[in-house]
């Protein structure tokens, strides 16, 4: 069983950062995909950006390419969204989830943080 817990959001004004982090305990870290997905209120849960296992790279959805990046810290078991340039648009629940090896999608989620961009 893996547990994820968010952390880092907060209200910020347009143009701002902030960096979200997303702590697992359960199993091995190293080898779970990592991601983070928002949703938008009255809206359904959107992909934001994913860290593959082994380094085998990263994603993001275009709406905040080169604006956010996703890392991650195996020896603490953290992934993290660093979140420049904040727009009113990025205003979302942020949760992080894990994919496990030999599985094709996200089982286990965090419980979301809260994001606030103001203009």
């Known amino acids: 069983q893996v547990q994820l817990v968010e952390s880092g959001g907060g209200s910020v004004q347009a143009g701002g950062s902030l960096r979200l982090s997303c702590a697992a305990s359960?199993?091995?870290?190293?080898?779970?995909?990592m991601g983070w997905f928002r949703q938008p209120p009255g809206k359904g849960r959107e992909f934001v950006a994913a860290?593959?296992?082994?380094?085998?790279?990263?994603s993001y959805a275009d709406s905040v390419k080169g604006r956010f990046t996703i890392s991650r810290d195996n020896a603490k078991n953290t992934v993290y969204l660093q979140m420049n340039k904040l727009k009113p648009e990025d205003t979302a629940v942020y949760y992080c989830?894990?994919?496990?090896?030999?599985?094709?999608?996200?089982?286990?989620w965090g419980q979301g943080t809260q994001v606030t961009v103001s203009s």
């Open positions: 989830a894990a994919m496990v090896p030999g599985r094709e999608q996200y089982d286990y």
């Open positions: 359960g199993g091995t870290f190293s080898r779970y995909g």
């Open positions: 860290s593959y296992w082994s380094g085998r790279g990263t």
